[in-house]
């Protein structure tokens, strides 16, 4: 239409690419929807209008290189109101009981509810402060204890069963967001993985499309999933009437089906998995069974919740009150193919099996044991890729065809990084997010952007037209006919009159406490008090959310201890000195000098020497602090090449170095001990590919990889626990005894897919 062809222009529409929906689409096409093309105009206006104009203010009062977005800037928002959260919340500790009775031969669990007529405190009576709601009677240790000891072998007994019909019907198919979000909890995708897989699927015609906000299936998919579930489980699993899902989500664009496997009858996943990779295998069949699921019968059973007392053996006995709940599925319905959140319907089906004996009420039941346990409340947990896509639906921020680049986005600018598959802001990102609220609010408000999508909408119905919407967007409200405050300014004119006023200390500032901000610098974030103008650098690993007032403090008094000694080093002559900087702690010999740099030479430095792992700058001594000065150690002349030996630090560990020849070493204490004929020794076994020694064995065998057939191992590496299938790495610092086969090969296929990592933007060098 842009082009103006002179040729007639018509508009095929189809969802899955098979021969039935490309002749059906060729048969039945339509013409150009101008006001949907125009909706989408606009709305690829506003984000640069956005970007173009926010983004240079983030340069100026920030740091260079940074991006604003209409729907990033909002996704970053949320992420550090998070972390706020965290930082603001003072966990509070309880105590509770517990007992294990026995009725009928059978043993289970009831836990303390109440004292005496008063509700005992748990998790949930207590806010973010750390301080109880209402009357709930919070026990200590001591009284917990107390009475655990007062209730051994007291009789309980029953003061009322209730017991209730249970039901649960399945989900809907999945659309887009909900695709993201199970991908990302069962198969540990990111959104970007999931998307790249179920585009690959798409583009193959294993599934329909893949970006769509509607929960409907077709006559054809609703048919082809009640005769698989028949097939499968047998009739008395599928209901006499199909299903129908006509859930909104806001905004939605109700174009397309939901995402299901492609064609009138589904192909079985063992049948797909032979022709596709592991990332789409495993996600095509997370979509059959979804669909398949979502034609399936009720899963029904009932749920059973009792009440005991007991009295304590005190002089002035004290009722407490118990409680027990149960459940059985009687029939487990859609739960034989699909339960959410659950990688084996079948073991999920027995976790939510509780079986309770039958008990009636004013039975007595025996008390195996009663224990008190200790409990801390928790804070609000981070952000993973799946809740702040659950999130940005919910608030109807930006379209879920959006999502994963959204995320991939926030991450790339260093707004974001992960720690396990958690999202934690940066302090950059806290200071783009101050600057926002402070000086452009609405701009970051969750309801004007979701009313900026409404308003695309509005276009894409013909009920506005783009060219005085996006006038009034940016020169203001007078400009445009669409309402508004008369005079209210534009984007553009409210840019030009905020920078002047934007303090960029004030906005680069995060308190801590006490007196102590974190500032983000040209070199990386710092801290700072502000009475004395002490500063240390932070560790780049360490979480908004975890830098307590004690912490900044310990590093404060760290930094300021710098400017000591710890000694004269006796060779030279020179102080020695603990140092911290961006990338942890060092020691130092001499000091820096003040003189400037002439021209064409560098700076002269002094010299430094990281501080092996282990080591805390507080406790590190003078001879300790003289052997790390001492490499690279000269360990002698290998007698046969002639070459010298040394042993040295590097970025990638301790290594020993002849010539051109590097070998690695176990640790960095070795080297300050090793001697010439140990190295000789080193170098006089083979070198295995790029390590220095023979491989240590694995410290457990997983199987073939799925997708390469290669063997899995997991072994310990130089920097950690790793896994490994011969050609790529993945470091897993945590669990790797629990790692399946199945996950490892996802955690494999998502590095492999990831590629070489990308490299930063180098700094544009003045002219």
Same mark, same amino acid.
């Given at each position: ?252 664009? +109700? ?109 007595? *039941? ?65 200071? *783009?997010?101050?600057?926002? +609220? ?123 201890? +710098? ?12 102080? *020695? ?156 610092? +945590? ?33």
């Amino acid at each position: 239409m842009v082009l103006n062809p002179r040729v007639p222009v018509r508009r095929m529409v189809f969802h899955e690419i098979t021969k039935k929906a490309i002749e059906q689409a060729v048969a039945n096409c339509r013409d150009v929807d101008v006001p949907l093309v125009d909706a989408q105009e606009t709305r690829r206006i506003l984000d640069r209008l956005y970007g173009y104009e926010i983004s240079p203010v983030l340069w100026k009062k920030v740091l260079p290189r940074l991006s604003a977005g209409r729907v990033q800037s909002v996704a970053t928002r949320i992420v550090v109101e998070r972390a706020r959260e965290r930082m603001a919340f003072r966990a509070a500790t309880y105590w509770g009981l517990d007992a294990t009775l026995a009725a009928e031969g059978q043993s289970f669990p009831a836990a303390l509810v109440g004292l005496d007529g008063t509700k005992v405190a748990t998790g949930r009576d207590f806010d973010q402060q750390g301080n109880v709601r209402g009357q709930a009677t919070v026990l200590d240790e001591g009284r917990a204890h107390g009475l655990a000891a007062a209730l051994a072998d007291r009789p309980f007994s029953v003061r009322s069963v209730e017991e209730k019909p249970y039901r649960s019907s399945p989900k809907a198919p999945f659309i887009t967001s909900t695709l993201q979000q199970e991908a990302g909890r069962k198969l540990r995708f990111t959104s970007k993985r999931a998307m790249q897989a179920a585009q690959r699927l798409y583009e193959n015609g294993y599934i329909t499309y893949m970006r769509t906000d509607s929960t409907a299936l077709s006559v054809e998919a609703t048919a082809a999933a009640r005769s698989q579930a028949a097939s499968l489980y047998g009739p008395e699993y599928v209901p006499a009437q199909p299903r129908t899902y006509n859930r909104k989500v806001k905004n939605a664009q +109700e174009a397309h089906e939901a995402i299901r496997p492609a064609g009138e009858t589904f192909r079985r996943p063992d049948e797909v998995a032979r022709e596709v990779g592991a990332d789409e295998a495993a996600l095509y069949d997370l979509i059959w069974k979804r669909t398949v699921a979502s034609q399936m019968a009720d899963a029904t059973g009932s749920t059973v919740s009792v009440r005991l007392v007991a009295q304590t053996a005190e002089a002035t006995p004290r009722t407490t009150e118990w409680a027990s709940s149960g459940r059985t599925i009687t029939f487990p319905g859609y739960m034989r193919a699909y339960v959410e959140g659950s990688d084996d319907p079948d073991s999920k089906l027995e976790d939510r099996q509780v079986v309770l004996p039958a008990l009636r009420q004013g039975q007595e *039941v025996a008390a195996e044991a009663v224990e008190a346990s200790g409990h801390s409340t928790q804070p609000p947990a981070r952000y993973t890729e799946a809740s702040l896509v659950a999130k940005l639906e919910e608030l109807g921020v930006g379209r879920p065809s959006t999502y994963a680049s959204i995320l991939d986005t926030i991450q790339y600018r260093e707004y974001v990084w992960k720690k396990g598959s958690a999202l934690v802001p940066t302090w950059t990102a806290f200071a *783009v997010v101050t600057l926002m +609220e402070r000086h452009f609010p609405h701009l970051v408000d969750y309801s004007f952007t979701a009313k900026l999508e409404d308003d695309l909408d509005a276009i894409a119905a013909k009920e506005a037209e783009r060219v005085p919407w996006l006038s009034q967007f940016y020169f203001g409200s007078s400009s445009g006919p669409n309402g508004g405050d008369p005079g209210q300014p534009g984007l553009k004119e409210l840019v030009s009159k905020r920078l002047s006023e934007i303090d960029p200390r004030a906005v680069n500032s995060i308190p801590v406490g006490n007196g102590i901000v974190v500032r983000v610098g040209r070199y990386g974030p710092y801290l700072e008090r502000d009475s004395t103008g002490e500063r240390a650098s932070l560790p780049p690993d360490i979480a908004p959310d975890e830098l307590t007032v004690q912490r900044a403090q310990e590093l404060l008094a760290l930094g300021n201890r +710098e400017d000591e000694p710890l000694g004269v080093d006796p060779e030279t002559g020179l102080d *020695v000195y603990v140092k911290t900087g961006r990338f942890g702690a060092y020691v130092q010999l001499g000091e820096q000098p003040d003189e400037p740099a002439k021209k064409g030479v560098p700076k002269a430095k002094p010299k430094r020497a990281s501080l092996f792992k282990g080591m805390h700058p507080d406790e590190i001594t003078l001879e300790q602090a003289l052997q790390l000065l001492s490499l690279p150690r000269v360990l002698g002349v290998d007698p046969v090449t002639g070459e010298e030996i040394t042993a040295q630090n590097g970025r990638f560990g301790p290594y020993l170095k002849r010539g051109t020849d590097s070998r690695s070493l176990t640790s960095e204490e070795q080297l300050l001990t090793i001697g010439l004929d140990e190295a000789l020794a080193i170098y006089a076994t083979p070198k295995y590919g790029k390590g220095s020694r023979a491989a240590a064995p694995p410290v457990r065998e997983l199987g073939p990889d799925p997708a390469t057939a290669a063997p899995i191992v997991i072994k310990e590496g130089q920097y950690g626990t790793y896994l490994t299938d011969g050609e790529t790495n993945v470091t897993v610092k +945590e669990g790797w005894e629990e790692l399946t086969l199945e996950q490892a090969g996802h955690l494999l296929a998502e590095k492999r897919a990831a590629g070489p990592a990308k490299k930063r933007p180098g700094k544009r060098r003045k002219p």
